[in-house]
C-alpha cells in the first residue's frame, strides 16, 4: 500500500514558539492531504483538510491562524503550529486518500508535540 | 458524529479468535465499513474493508450482516501484538476523511 510520513516523529518546544510538522506521501501523489490530532486517551479528531494548490479547510473550532497548512506541492504538506502552548500538546496525525478510486485511506505514523 | 458504536473495551486469549463487533444501524446503501487499528502511539493500520460481502484477508475477517447495520471483526488468533483500539467506521466516498469514534480497546491476554 502507499505510505505516508511524518517529520519529526516527536519534538519538544518552548511555549510561544513556532513548530512545522511535514507529511509526505512517498509513492504516490496526494491531492488531499487530512490533519488529525489526537489528545491522550482520547479519538483522532479531524482538524483540517488540504488540497495542493488550495487553501486548506478548517474544522469548526480550529484556528486557522494558529494551525497553518500548506500544500505546495503533490508530495508534501505541512502543519505549522504557531506560538505554541501547553494546551497543543498533543499527537499529530495525517493521512490522504491515496490513488484517485481507492477505497484506503492512508495514515502517517504521527508526530508528538510537547510545549513545555 | 461517529457513525458507528462499539464495546470500550474487550479482552481475549491469546491464540483464540478476538471478534469484535459494531454496530451501523443508519448505513447507507454507498457506505463502506471499514477497520483500522492504533496501537499506543503510532498511526491508525488499515486492516479490512467491506460493502456487504464478507470480507478475508492476511489480518482479520470481516462479517458483515445480511442487512448491514452491523458487523463483526476477527482476529481468527489474536497475538499480544494484536493489543491495541479497533475503530470501525463507515464511509462513502472516495475521497472523503474518516470519522472516528473511541473505538474498542482490545487487550490480549498471555
Known amino acids: 500500500g502507499a505510505v505516508v510520513s511524518q517529520h519529526p516523529s516527536w519534538v519538544i518546544c518552548k511555549s510561544g514558539t513556532s513548530v512545522k510538522i511535514e507529511c509526505r506521501s512517498l509513492?504516490?501523489?496526494?491531492?488531499?492531504m487530512f490533519w488529525y490530532r489526537q489528545f491522550p486517551k482520547q479519538s483522532l479528531m479531524l482538524m483540517a483538510t488540504?488540497?495542493?494548490?488550495?487553501?486548506?479547510?478548517?474544522e469548526q473550532g480550529v484556528e486557522k491562524d494558529k494551525f497553518l497548512i500548506n500544500h505546495a506541492s503533490l508530495t508534501l504538506s505541512t502543519l505549522t503550529v504557531t506560538s505554541a502552548h501547553p494546551e497543543d500538546s498533543s499527537f499529530y496525525i495525517c493521512?490522504?486518500?491515496?490513488?484517485?478510486?481507492?477505497?484506503?485511506?492512508?495514515f502517517g505514523p504521527g508526530t508528538r508535540l510537547t510545549v513545555l | 458524529d461517529a457513525k458507528t458504536t462499539q464495546p470500550p473495551s474487550m479482552d481475549c486469549a491469546e491464540g483464540r479468535a478476538a471478534n469484535l463487533p459494531c454496530n451501523h444501524s443508519t448505513i447507507s446503501g454507498n457506505e463502506y465499513v471499514y477497520w483500522y487499528r492504533q496501537i499506543h502511539s503510532q498511526g491508525p493500520q488499515y486492516i479490512i474493508h467491506?460493502?456487504?460481502n464478507n470480507e478475508t484477508n492476511e489480518m482479520a475477517s470481516l462479517i458483515i450482516t445480511e442487512d448491514r447495520k452491523s458487523s463483526t471483526l476477527i482476529l481468527p488468533h489474536a497475538t499480544l501484538r494484536d493489543t491495541a483500539v479497533y475503530y470501525c467506521?463507515?464511509?462513502?466516498?472516495?475521497?472523503?476523511?474518516?470519522?472516528f469514534g473511541p473505538g474498542t480497546r482490545l487487550s490480549v491476554l498471555p
Open positions: 467491506g460493502l456487504k
Open positions: 467506521i463507515v464511509r462513502a466516498n472516495y475521497g472523503q476523511n474518516f470519522v
Open positions: 509513492d504516490f501523489q496526494a491531492t488531499t
Open positions: 493521512s490522504s486518500p491515496g490513488l484517485a478510486g481507492g477505497n484506503e485511506q492512508f
Open positions: 488540504s488540497n495542493e494548490g488550495s487553501k486548506a479547510t478548517y
